[in-house]
């Protein structure tokens, strides 16, 4: 009435060349209903600020070279016609803060590797796999975010830190699993979350590579690799960004942009490469294409080039510069300028239209022609010099 209550000691004694007796609580078989329960629960308390009771579970040490005893929890295998029983770990509710936290880890080694810890779904034999589910907590607080889900493959101090795999279940018969990583949606007053895919910074190297690709495939094609963004119903349209890294290293180049279409095969043509703005709305136009280089404060430009490449067996490609058909106002002109200059001495950019050259044929043809006018008249053409400076003449005009 004014003290603690007795303990309660189940134990075997110490040996001394043998091993410690068993100590075993084990409840009996029975032929009706279900199976006899084995409760264990530590105690209540009612004294202010002080904790329940605690269960400790404990393998015993082993010896200088052995290693501690295991510590198994499993359930009975089902009958014939049955499944095996749950296993439950949980921590209790709480009503004026947090629950309880479960920790479930593998202790430090010293002259060895820490020790692994594995989640598995056991092998079945009818309908699908057996699902591996982590779930970050709800809360419904007005201020609180969701609980996250974290996975950070271990540091290392002296080689390269633990890599994280997230892979599918392969399907040896048909299709391997599908992997999908996308945020929730949003409420009504937000917004969806972000997915940022991104290789750690380095302090002493190159920082990692971010690879995006799919595999190669025997008998079927390469899987589709697609960037796209969603559309929205407010404001402009989401924007797509590609951009290569910029160096502050002394006489380097920035990083490079590559765009190459897939090869193919013997009889056929490498893939086609298309930059095209898409249509119009109703009232509306179609968005421009914009190719030009930056601006240099302490040298040239960089320089812009289109062009086909050589033919073994064929002709060259053919490169057409086009203005597509209008049917208000005048037609939309096509402009080739060359580049102005503010220097003292230097001249300003020419404009050269050069026919092709034939090792054995005619070389090819220069053609200036207006538009026809198909009611009216045609267009005219004009070929002149500018207007000369104060100090100069104007340029010569040379037939020949």
């Known amino acids: 009435k004014g003290g603690n209550s007795g303990a309660l000691y189940l134990g075997s004694g110490a ?42 579970m404990m393998t015993g040490s082993g010896s200088a070279t052995g290693q501690s005893g295991g510590l198994t929890m499993k359930t009975a295998n089902g009958g014939a016609s049955g499944t095996s029983g749950a296993i439950t770990m949980s921590t209790g509710t709480s009503p ?37 589910s982590v779930s970050g907590g709800s809360t419904t607080s007005s201020t609180g975010v969701g609980g996250g889900i974290e996975a950070t493959g271990g540091t290392s101090s002296s080689s390269t830190g633990g890599s994280v795999t997230i892979q599918t279940g392969e399907g040896t018969a048909t299709s391997s699993g599908v992997v999908t990583i996308r945020s929730a949606d949003s409420g009504t007053a937000g917004v969806s979350g972000s997915l940022v895919f991104s290789s750690g910074t380095s302090k002493g190297g190159n ?95 960089g320089s812009i080039t289109i062009m086909s490449d050589a033919a073994t067996g064929g002709a060259g490609g053919d ?40 090792s054995s044929s005619t070389g090819g043809s220069v053609t200036i022609q207006t538009g026809e006018g198909t009611a009216t008249s045609s267009g005219v053409v004009t070929i002149r010099s500018a207007d000369s400076g104060t100090a100069g003449v104007s340029g010569s005009l040379v037939f020949s």
């Open 96 to 132: 004026a803060g947090a629950s309880g936290s479960i920790t479930i880890m593998s202790d430090a080694a010293t002259g060895g590797a820490g020790g692994d810890i594995v989640l598995s779904v056991g092998l079945g034999d009818t309908g699908a796999g057996g699902d591996l």
């Open 15 to 56: 040996a001394t060349g043998g091993r410690g007796g068993l100590v075993g609580l084990s409840v009996g078989s029975g032929t009706s209903g279900v199976g006899g329960m084995l409760y264990l629960r530590s105690g209540d308390t009612s004294a202010t600020g002080k904790n329940g009771g605690e269960i400790s």
């Open 207 to 301: 920082s990692g590579a971010l690879y995006l690709g799919s595999g190669a495939a025997t008998g079927g094609r390469g899987g589709l690799v697609g960037l796209s963004v969603g559309s929205g119903t407010s404001g402009v349209g989401g924007m797509l960004y590609l951009r290569s890294g910029d160096t502050s290293a002394t006489g380097k180049n920035g990083g490079e942009i590559s765009m190459m279409t897939g090869s193919g095969s013997a009889t056929g043509q490498s893939g086609g490469l298309t930059m095209k703005t898409a249509n119009g709305g109703a009232s509306g136009t179609s968005g421009a294409i914009t190719m030009s280089t930056g601006t240099s404060p302490a040298g040239a430009s």
């Open 319 to 358: 490169i057409v510069l086009s203005v597509g058909l209008g049917d208000t106002g005048a037609g939309g002109d096509l402009s080739v300028s060359g580049g102005s200059t503010t220097s003292s001495t230097g001249v300003g950019g020419g404009i050269e239209a050069t026919g092709g050259t034939s």
